[in-house]
């Protein structure tokens, strides 16, 4: 079956652009997990949602990303008023049981 | 607080030879381990994971990884590289599923394999 997907898969915004990353999990996977890549490092976790409910948004860096799963299937990942800091790859990954399967990743660059 | 340490951000192996890749972990409850191999412009990919049971545990394309819980250690091993292995790879660190716990994954920083004919 098709796995995780994301989109677009690369973005460049300028600088206090607002942005949108969406992500497909994987069918029947309730539980979804949002990571910023920044590079040369490991993942770092975002957000949580279980079904449509975001149960753990402690990794979110500062109150201008906002994450959302309205219907329990698709998330997007908005962030406003981009910063160059926020250049990373975001990762979107579905879980089933214990292991978390992740899309390609969404590129941000903010110039 | 859960972390990953990764002991070598580079390490160069010829084609044949035997591939280790450490990972130490701190975690305040028994943890559940994994190793992602992550090729250029691609997503993460399990290699393999560890939750419960034999401490040895072998993942896709030769790679196995063995839980030493006094060492607080889960190192990646193949005993023969190839060149396909070239990737970054990532080993990581969950709580046990159950109760309030969900499983969100903290990551070592990586380390690039570089494999030469």
């Known amino acids: 079956g098709a796995g995780v997907s994301q989109s677009p898969r690369y973005k460049v915004a300028k600088r206090g652009q607002d942005v949108a990353l969406r992500c497909d999990p994987i069918?029947?996977?309730?539980?979804l997990f949002w990571y910023q890549q920044a590079l040369g490092q490991g993942p770092e976790f975002l957000t949580y949602?279980?079904?449509?409910?975001?149960?753990?948004k402690s990794g979110l860096p500062s109150d201008r990303f906002f994450a959302e799963r309205p219907e329990g299937s698709v998330s997007t990942l908005k962030i406003q008023r981009t910063q160059q800091e926020d250049s990373a790859v975001y990762l979107c990954?579905?879980?089933?049981?214990?292991?978390?399967?992740f899309g390609p990743g969404t590129r941000l660059t903010v110039l | 607080a859960q972390s990953v340490t990764q002991l070598g951000s580079h390490v160069s192996v010829s084609e044949g030879a035997l591939v280790l890749l450490r990972c130490n972990y701190s975690?305040?409850?028994?943890?559940?381990l994994f190793w992602y191999v992550q090729y250029p412009n691609q997503g993460l990919q399990l290699l393999l994971k560890?939750?419960?049971?034999?401490?040895l545990v072998k993942g896709i394309n030769g790679f196995e990884a063995e839980f030493k819980k006094s060492e607080t250690s889960f190192h990646l091993t193949k005993p023969s590289a190839h060149m396909s292995d070239a990737a970054e790879y990532f080993c990581?660190?969950?709580?046990?599923?159950?109760?309030?716990?969900?499983?969100?994954?903290?990551f070592g920083q990586g380390t690039i394999l570089t494999v030469h004919p």
């Open positions: 990954a579905s879980s089933y049981l214990d292991t978390q399967y």
């Open positions: 069918s029947g996977h309730v539980s």
């Open positions: 949602f279980q079904n449509e409910a975001q149960l753990d």
């Open positions: 975690s305040s409850v028994p943890p559940y």
């Open positions: 560890y939750t419960t049971g034999a401490t």
């Open positions: 990581a660190v969950s709580d046990q599923r159950g109760g309030t716990s969900y499983g969100k994954l903290t």
